[in-house]
C-alpha cells in the first residue's frame, strides 16, 4: 500500500510561484501514475495534472497548461507540482493520488490512493 502525505500549501499572492510536495510511503511508488487534485468546498474534486510511472510522460489540465510543471523522484518517492502566476482561481485544497495500471488521464475514479490535502490560499 502507498501512504501520501501533501505539503507546501499556504496563503501566497497573485502572481506568485508555488511548490507542492507529495511524500509516499512504500516500495511501489515507481509503479504508480500521479497526479494532483484540486477542490473547492461545495464541488467535485478537479484534476490538475498527472505522471507516468515509467517515461515520466505528463498530462495537463487546460487550466494550468503553460503555467504548471508535475514532476517525481521515484528514489525519494517524492511527487512534486509548480505553479506559476498564481490567481485567486488557483485556491482549493490539493490531493496529491496514485493510480495503478499505468492510467494517465484526468478521471479520479482511476485513483485509488489520496493524500489528505494541503491548503493553497491566493490573495488578490
Known amino acids: 500500500q502507498v501512504q501520501l502525505v501533501e505539503s507546501g500549501g499556504g496563503l501566497v499572492q497573485a502572481g506568485d510561484s508555488l511548490s507542492l510536495s507529495c511524500a509516499a510511503s512504500?516500495?511501489?511508488?515507481?509503479?504508480?501514475?500521479m497526479a494532483w487534485f484540486r477542490r473547492v468546498p461545495g464541488k467535485e474534486r478537479e484534476f490538475v495534472a498527472a505522471i507516468s510511472s515509467l517515461d515520466g510522460s505528463t498530462f495537463y489540465a487546460d487550466s494550468v497548461k503553460g503555467r504548471s510543471t508535475i514532476s517525481r523522484d521515484n528514489n525519494k518517492k517524492t511527487l512534486y507540482l509548480q505553479i506559476h502566476n498564481l490567481a485567486p482561481d488557483d485556491t482549493a485544497v490539493y490531493y496529491c493520488?496514485?493510480?495503478?495500471?499505468?492510467?494517465?488521464?484526468?478521471?479520479?475514479?482511476?485513483?485509488?490512493?489520496w493524500g489528505q490535502g494541503t491548503q493553497v490560499t491566493v490573495s488578490s
Open positions: 493520488a496514485g493510480a495503478m495500471g499505468g492510467y494517465l488521464g484526468p478521471s479520479f475514479a482511476w485513483y485509488h490512493h
Open positions: 512504500g516500495a511501489t511508488f515507481e509503479r504508480y501514475t
